[in-house]
């Protein structure tokens, strides 16, 4: 346990220099008790994206998001129909896959979904408990519990179907120091930082967002909350999600410390297309829409990826000239006038306040795309925006001709 809070901190983030204190702030972590849990989750362990062009999107990530490049897989290490590249930020994994060979499995599932998440990968610390658990509330297994080795020790794994064809591997990596898995070698970045630059630009994934069909989202919540014992962080229905032109519902699950937070969204009907309906078409079903990436210095991050070439809905100045929205809001760590010139959204709950920002889709297809996000003791994700939100991806459906 670390001497400042009852939390143990994953190897991930001790590497990152991260404190229990700093998580409760970026993530908003809370003191849990996993001796009760029949599946204890104890962190997310990879995001794992299949792409077009895993080489050139590892080169994006880390060029454009700060990420340090620390693993790779391919041809070279034996792995003859793909590349994969593992990337770190502070204690935020992501792997880009992508097919090598013309019969690699990876080119079917981009030419169905373009470029997006397979896997929402978590580390537990008893996968066999994890797995007895979720085939007991019927949950489907994808893969056994099984040992990998190699000289830097042994990882067990098994998977699990969630929405879609996305996935859930367990990890239990305790028995094993290599880079990220057998079969990985290490791999250090090879682009040069501009001097000044900052040592990162986010420090956490906070949640990841997953979209599923009308009439599911209820389903996959009572999925998370009978096969892993996550627990309902929040509700977003009705008037709190629409606009005039669409609509959609939400719930947030978590599990038990709340390092890992899936909100789950589904379309509602309303008079034209929403941001879930045009994400479903174009990714041909259920998938996962965004992930938080959770800042210290969101002002910084912002003015560095700006320069990089990344773009951010934008915000209009009405939204920041509200008087309505001044007095909700309070005092914050900025000026309003430095979050306007930024596009960045601000709210307030009864714990603290948070500001946020979302990129445009940062693909060819019109799904994946980020947001980042500080938090000063809110735990919430941003109610107050989402009309703002919403409106400003309708300008952008609408530009695309599908809203």
Known sequence: MTADAAV??????????????QLRTLVGLVEY??????????????????????TQTAQFYQAVFGMELVAYSGPETGRRDRKAFVLRSGSCRFVIKGGVSPDSPL??????HGDGVVDLAMEVPDVDKCIAHARAQGATILEEPNDVSDEHGTVRRAAIAAYGETRHTLVDRSRYTGPYLPGYVARESTVVRPEGAPKRLFQA????????????MDEWVSFYNRVMGFVNMAEFVGDDIATDYSALMSKVVASGNHRVKFPLNEPAVAKKKSQIDEYLEFYTGPGCQHMALATNDILTTVDVLRSRGVEFLSTPDSYYEDPELRERIGKVRVPIGELQSRGI???????GYLLQIFTKPIGDRPTVFYEFIERHGSLGFGKGNFKALFEAIEREQDRRGNL
């Open 8 to 21: 143990e901190l994953t190897p991930e983030e001790l590497q990152a220099g991260l404190t229990a204190e």
């Open 33 to 54: 008790d996993a001796s009760s849990d029949p599946f204890p989750v104890t962190a997310q362990d990879a995001v794992v994206f299949v792409v077009g062009n895993a």
């Open 107 to 112: 080119l079917d599932h981009h030419r169905r």
């Open 205 to 216: 994934l906070d949640h990841a967002v997953g979209n599923v069909e009308l009439g599911r």
């Open 345 to 351: 959204l601000v709210d307030r709950d009864e714990d």
